[in-house]
């Protein structure tokens, strides 16, 4: 799951249009006012008594006049009982009536199917035939009962989000229609919860959040029905906790029902059930769906829950709907059924789940034209299908392919099969992150699962790395659940591990692993080399999207990787297999996971043997990772080795220490590819060995990185390495490349040895290289742009890159043709993209030309086709705007509006188009392209919103317009959103230019005049700061020695700029 999209289209029209608001949201419905036809005619006659002393003409008179008073006042009651609240639908305003007479009045009402309410059925009494039902043998509800009469709202000071053990669910029997009218976006819900009581208590404390209960809460015990008198109900809506308090204890091992009705909201954020929209392209109406992202703990805004993930249960799932709709949820559906009091509505009742977590219960509701299921060829047991809009149900066939492949692999890796029936996959408008792996019903947030076919490789990749993760799930999160939000890792870096495991097996020649580097654990190294950085196995006290960060997915993925080279492919996959047979359908921790994985001990030192969680705690239960320091002794051929945590700003003054597998080879032995342990460092600061190397060569550490630490060497080993660079493997030389430059960043090592190893790339024509050169020379580029040493920088680039930009077929051409080879492979295509992007970012003339040219040709004949290869078309708009002017820019924008009518809104060249009117070098367009987000008809949606600031944050020259940007507009996205989390995104998009005094002064005050507002502390914010605070060290450390080495290397090559 990814967080970088939190608000549906609807949400961000109103961000760009300046609105606080918009027609989506809806106050609840307010309660039944009790009012009775008995009632009123009692009071009546009880005032006509004096009448019946007069003549039998008056009687009969007064007989008449009051049976027409009756009459009257039934009327009344029957169509005009008012409500407190203003804004509920005509019927409910219309009708409202007691439990007593409501079932025998609302037979003879007309139904409307558009505007269905809560009080126009009974949830718990509309299930007659449905046989896997007991409910209603429980005991009715006597008196409709107000919110405000029970439901108590209380504010309780530290208070712990952790439920009480005293009782368990066993199962969830839940029935919810979902309203989707403009008017009344709520639903009318009502579960079932089977508890079984571990400890004798008098309260029942489970969770809820946005939830109104609208009557009685019931409990019976299950062995005899016997009810259990209920004292009140309380919630606590700031720690989200709903107490059911009772008037006689519960007793140990009994089984109880617990039934709640229930009003619940359709939320415009996309968490909880919340609505997004499908425009129709030929009628260009808007329609409504449902879906719902429970995960972390939104399951509480859904249905009255023990929203925590060691609850497991079984669920049963009803879902009501209009007959024009469709729904979704977990299981394949067994029966439809119609409503008894509702003409044109039905019941999808679906089959029961396995024992899960609440967080993985999953339904969506559409309209049946909206999607197209797409069902993978011979897919029975269990069945694969996706779903996507019937217009974009052609660029749903790889991934349908791919699913198939990813679940085989899996099932025969673990020797597990997969326990569901059926698996769905649904694209859907907008969704938080980039899919949620619920168990039977994955939902994709539409972008990230649809590839068209003129879509790069690379773009397919990536598509298939984000499906095999959300199918590893099913394994790592679904059958087997971490017991707590502390341990998200066990889940989440599993599966990130896995996506690549599994997509290496499918697709060998992709290489995957090749990016785990790039994608995985270099992420993990920036982010854990911060202070602010946390272990993986952290506290939760609140779980919230933030605990989905960095550290949980790639440091996860990362030391599970070094791992598996330690422990040895085969160790790993026995144990795994042999942890999620014993732990299926239940919970586990990271020291039960040891148990298995370490059976028999870790042999180091000689014989000895260690516990894996000896080992592995020091790399889960405290942050960062070391840096480990070779020191030789040239005289007597020794070597210290010796470790530190290893920390941007340099700083010397942690005390941790880590079980930190050593593996080497030297000059003599080039064994590469021996990646098991030959030594520890047993948590220790430093060992000397003897006799370790001979004088003249050199020694390499950790060998193809698969130890999650960075390793420093003392200055002569690194000459010799720097002698020797051309001749390593290359992922020897993408491992020096990231240590040498980040050991300088972080003050480890003179600048001038990882510049002078960078130099070494002049003869360097390979992808790992430059891939680890291209991430290292780009965080120079932010630091030196606005400084004189920018222009020899440059120089330096393109001095290094020249042959490179050669290999790959660059020659001027007559426009009408490919001035470079561009292989159908991932890696290749990736090279392609890094040496050109660095190629024309620093102005290779040839490269601009080349850039320039294919977009006019383009822009001559845009009707003919654009014969620009797709892999490179962020890179060629990119340049040509920025070397152009108006007419350039403007030809993105109406192509990208084109795109947009024409129903590619979340093809790949439309995220190309919009990111490319941020390149331009014309400040003027950039505060124009700016404008187009808060333009409510611009054509841009939330994330292609954020794409393009993003795009313009990253524009030396724009930078400081972003900037300004945030600065003036975050309360009115605030507003727009009511969440900060598109704040955050902007203001961590912002930082890599941040490097002085002045600029750190008006970052901190902008992070403090957000976290004023919102009062709440933010862990993305709080990193941000630290990133710019590292930028200006940098600039008082290193920018004096960097400059000097650049004025020498300029001087020898003799180049110019």
Known sequence: ??????????????????????????????????????????????????????????????????????????????????????????????????????????????????????????????????????????????????????????????????????????????????????????????????????????????????????????????????????????????????????????????????????????????????????????????????????????????????????????????????????????????????????????????????????????????????????????????????WTRPYNSYQAEFGTKVSGKVLKFFEQYFSIKFPLSKIDIVAVPAHDYEAMENWGLIIFKEDNILVDKGNSIRTQQTLAFTLAHEIAHQWFGNLVTPKWWNELWLKEGFSSYFQYLAIDNIYPDWKAFKEFLSNEMDMAFMSDALTTSHPISTTVDKPNSEIFNVVSYHKGSSIIRMMAHFLGAARLQQGLTAYLDEYAYGNAQQEELWKFLGKGGITYDKGKLVELSTIMDTWTKQAGYPVVTVTRNYQDGSVEISQERFLLNGSKNSSSLWWVPISYTTKQELHFNDTLPKLWLAAEEKIVIPNFAKKDSWVLFNLQNTGFYRVNYDTNNWILLIEYFNSFPNDAKYQLIKDSFYLARSGNLPYEYALSLGGQLTKEVEYMPWQAATQVLLYLKDMLTKMPAYGNFKAYVLVMISKAYRAIGAELTDNNSIPWVIPDNPIPQMHAENIIKLSCMFHDGNCVNNARGLFKHWMDLPDDGNIIPVVIRPLIYCTAIKEGDRSEWEFAYQRFLIGAASGSKYDSEQSNLITALGCSSKQWLLTKALGLIMDPNSGLNEREGMLLFRSVAANDLGHWIAVSFVHSQWKLLLETYQTPNVIYQMVQSIVSYINSPYEIDQLKALVYSITNHTQKASEALTEALEMAENNKLWMEKNYRSVDRWLDSFVDTYRVSY
């Open 1 to 386: 799951m990814e967080m970088l999209g939190h608000r549906d289209n609807e949400g961000a029209v109103a961000w760009r249009s300046g609105l606080a608001g918009y027609d989506g949201f809806i106050s609840t419905p307010c309660s039944p006012t009790k009012y009775t036809v008995n009632n009123r005619s009692r009071a009546a006659r009880r005032n006509m008594k004096g009448h019946y002393a007069v003549s039998k003409l008056c009687i009969l008179s007064a007989a008449i006049a009051i049976c027409l008073f009756l009459i009257l006042m039934f009327i009344i009651a029957y169509f005009a009982i008012p409500c407190k609240c203003n804004t509920v639908t005509r019927q409910r305003e219309a009708f409202t009536f007691t439990e007593e007479n409501e079932d025998s009045v609302r037979t003879e009402l007309p139904i409307v199917v558009k505007n269905l309410t809560h009080d126009q059925f009974e949830i718990g009494n509309d299930f007659k035939n449905d046989d896997t039902d007991d409910d209603e043998d429980l005991p009715a509800t006597e008196e409709m009962q107000t919110v405000a009469d029970e439901q108590v709202q209380i504010k309780v000071e530290n208070v712990s989000v952790r439920l009480p053990r005293d009782i368990i669910p066993t199962h969830y029997r839940i029935k919810i229609v979902p309203f989707m009218e403009d008017d009344n976006m709520t639903t009318s819900g009502y579960v079932n919860i089977t508890i079984i009581c571990l400890n004798p208590t008098r309260k029942i404390v489970m969770n809820l959040k946005d939830i109104e209960v609208r009557k009685d809460v019931k409990i019976s015990e299950i062995h005899n029905g016997d009810p259990v008198a209920v004292e009140k109900f309380d919630v606590d809506n700031e720690n989200e906790i709903f107490t059911i308090y009772l008037k006689e204890y519960l007793v140990m091992d009994e089984e109880y029902h617990v039934l709640i009705w229930y009003t619940g909201k359709i939320r415009s954020l996309s968490n909880g059930l919340y609505r997004s929209y499908f425009t129709d392209l030929k009628t260009h109406t808007r329609t409504a769906m449902v879906n719902t992202l429970l995960s972390p703990t939104y399951a509480r805004y859904v249905y009255p829950s023990f929203d925590e993930p060691s609850f497991k249960a079984k669920f049963t799932i009803s879902i009501g709907r209009r007959e024009d709709m469709f729904s979704l949820s977990n299981m394949k559906i067994k029966r439809i059924t119609p409503m008894s009091k509702a003409n044109f509505w039905v019941w999808d009742h679906y089959g029961e789940t396995p024992l899960m977590s609440t967080y993985l219960t999953a339904f969506l509701v559409a309209p049946i034209s909206s999607l197209e299921k797409i069902v993978l060829p011979n897919s029975v047991d269990p069945e694969i299908s996706l």
